[in-house]
């Protein structure tokens, strides 16, 4: 694979996160994952946390408030003032860093925990991800990673749109395969880490109606603002907007595989 189809890949990931509005999506549904890993990983004050590939800083805003010392990393600056509102509401201050899962800009064994929700999932070449992220922990250090399962309601909404997008990139793997128990053991065999799983879920985001929820999504989340606007020039909006409100009327729970790990 080619620097030029890579970095390709990387560009448009990060255009389609900058557009629309990210944040009021996290803030819709993905909020309450961030506590929920900081408290099952027991992030203690003075621990030096990264959030990777942190967004607004669901998980580091979190992390902070409980007492660590919190570095955000995303490949999408854009995202970095809505996260500074938000830790402001929150009363406390993160360092906000441009950078690449697949590259990270940190020393070897730099962290005491390695946090991301959502993230690190969307990064296309797995295995580069896991070994960068066991590289910058130190010995004994933590990781907890949350990813859409695929079986989930919010798993099968990717695959729904997905299947109207262009064929992804040659570049990389799939993001649901983070979802997979099996995928993520086989990722981290020689990375000399232990592990456990757990699947959660979170709510189906609140709205008055199926309508209402398919407006707001295709309006503000990236990927989906993409599927519109290129199914809107070949005829098959309406029917990709019909699979949508089935999915928004079952308001499904979205199930996504928790994973924790040590690193030896
Ligand atoms: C679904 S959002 C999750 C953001 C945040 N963790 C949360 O829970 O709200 C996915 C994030 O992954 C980031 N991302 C995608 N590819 C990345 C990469 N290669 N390196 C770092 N961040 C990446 C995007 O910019 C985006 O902020």
Request: aromatic share 10%; no cysteine.
């Given at each position: 694979m080619s620097v030029t189809e890579l970095e390709q890949v990387k560009q448009m990931a990060r255009r389609s996160w900058a557009c629309g509005d990210f944040p009021a999506i996290a803030r819709m549904q993905l909020w309450p994952v961030g506590a929920r890993i900081v408290e099952r990983m027991a992030v203690a004050p003075g621990e030096r946390v990264l959030d990777l590939a942190c967004g607004t800083g669901n998980a580091g805003i979190r992390a902070a408030e409980a007492g660590a010392e919190v570095v955000g990393v995303d490949l999408?600056?854009?995202?970095f003032d809505a996260g500074r509102a938000e830790a402001a509401e929150a009363g406390v201050e993160l360092e906000w860093v441009e950078g690449d899962a697949e590259d990270l800009p940190f020393a070897d064994e730099s962290f005491d925990v390695v946090l991301s929700t959502f993230g690190c999932?969307?990064?296309?070449?797995h295995d580069v991800t896991a070994s960068e992220l066991v590289r910058v922990l130190r010995p004994g250090g933590r990781f907890g990673i949350c990813s859409w399962t695929p079986e989930g309601a919010v798993g099968q909404s990717f695959q729904t749109f997905g299947r109207y997008?262009?064929?992804?990139?040659?570049?990389g793997q799939p993001?649901?395969?983070?979802?997979?128990e099996q995928h993520v053991s086989e990722l981290f065999s020689e990375l000399g880490v232990d592990l456990e799983f757990a699947r959660e879920t979170v709510a189906p985001p609140q709205f008055g109606s199926a309508d209402e929820a398919v407006e707001f999504t295709v309006t503000k989340f990236g990927p989906l603002m993409m599927a519109k606007r290129l199914t809107t020039e070949d005829g098959r909006w309406p029917q990709l907007r019909a699979e949508l409100v089935a999915q928004f009327e079952r308001a499904e729970p979205g199930e996504y595989l928790v994973v924790a790990g040590r690193k030896r």
């Open positions: 999408t600056p854009e995202l999932m969307f990064a296309p070449r997008l262009p064929p992804p990139p040659k570049v993001p649901l395969l983070w979802g997979s």
